[in-house]
T-cell receptor, first 113, second 111 residues
Framework: GAGVSQSPSNKVTEKGKDVELRCDPI?????LYWYRQSLGQGLEFLIY????????KSGLPSDRFSAERTGGSVSTLTIQRTQQEDSAVYLC???????????FGSGTRLTVV | GQQLNQSPQSMFIQEGEDVSMNCTSS?????WLWYKQDPGEGPVLLIA?????ELTSNGRLTAQFGITRKDSFLNISASIPSDVGIYFC???????????FGTGTRLTIIP
């Protein structure tokens, strides 16, 4: 597509439930990144994909967080047993290859109540 | 790990004023980038810098990649209302595919 698309744009979930966040990168971009932005804060790196593999998942905060990418395209970030501290905006970005400036999506605002 | 210190945290200026913000790092970066984020949107790339000492302009924006590779600044001349937002510096370390982001500078224009 023309840009990076994320869905849903907003998600409210109850504490303890699982959530899935989706990212559609720009067509042809091999690198895909997930970041988290808490209210009024900078961007915290979560995970990086090159194709379908994740050479750097060092930013995932706990084993409740996982991500996958299929077909070198769509990626899903899954948060299991959500906690209130998971509330944040989750941003996805893609680039033609790793190490270049990214194009970001508009993010998914997750609120855990 | 790598950290980026961005300052100032916030700025309150009048329309037409010039703006300057900067980032410093405790380690060397080989790429510096400046992004702007509007409310409810993802960050948008403004300027990318790839060489130490590089000075690049994009309209009213000017950014420089410091000689030491540990700092960068962004200047905005003759600010206008649409400049309001949060500005982030970001950088790639050597052999590092992920971007490290600064904490942001929130720019507000006072009527």
């Amino acid at each position: 597509g023309a840009g990076v698309s994320q869905s849903p744009s907003n998600k409210v979930t109850e504490k303890g439930k699982d959530v899935e966040l989706r990212c559609d990168p720009i067509s042809g971009h091999t690198a895909l990144y997930w970041y988290r932005q808490s209210l009024g804060q900078g961007l915290e790196f979560l995970i990086y994909f090159q194709g379908n593999s994740a050479p750097d998942k060092s930013g995932l905060p706990s084993d409740r967080f996982s991500a996958e990418r299929t077909g070198g395209s769509v990626s899903t970030l899954t948060i299991q047993r959500t906690q209130q501290e998971d509330s944040a905006v989750y941003l996805c970005a893609s680039s033609p290859r790793g190490g270049q400036g990214y194009t970001f999506g508009s993010g998914t605002r997750l609120t855990v109540v | 790990g790598q950290q980026l210190n961005q300052s100032p945290q916030s700025m309150f200026i009048q329309e037409g004023e010039d703006v300057s913000m900067n980032c410093t790092s405790s380690s060397i970066f080989n790429t510096w980038l400046w992004y702007k984020q509007d409310p409810g949107e993802g960050p948008v790339l403004l300027i990318a810098l790839y060489k130490a000492g590089e000075l690049t302009s994009n309209g009213r924006l000017t950014a420089q990649f410091g000689i030491t590779r540990k700092d960068s600044f962004l200047n905005i001349s003759a600010s206008i209302p649409s400049d309001v937002g949060i500005y982030f510096c970001a950088g790639h370390g050597f052999g590092n595919e992920k971007l490290t982001f600064g904490t942001g500078t929130r720019l507000t224009i006072i009527p």
